[in-house]
């Protein structure tokens, strides 16, 4: 698979607030590298909560008595 590059356009405020993430990684991570691993982190988040809510029976259909 080739990879892609994208040109994106955010406002300043939250430029800055991804080079403060991009400070605090343990790592030294270029912009590119730190929105990947935002990317990544989020999506775990994100399957993780849909994990527990469907174990949690809140969105499947029952049968009332």
Sequence with gaps: MQSKW???S?????FENL???QRVLPIRA???QTIEWLI???T???NK???SENTNNEYTDRIPK
């Design 19 to 21: 080079k403060d993430i």
């Design 49 to 51: 909560t849909n994990n």
């Design 6 to 8: 994208h040109n994106i």
């Design 30 to 32: 270029s912009i590119p």
């Design 40 to 42: 990544k982190v989020g």
């Design 44 to 46: 775990k988040h994100i």
């Design 10 to 14: 955010i406002k300043t405020e939250s």
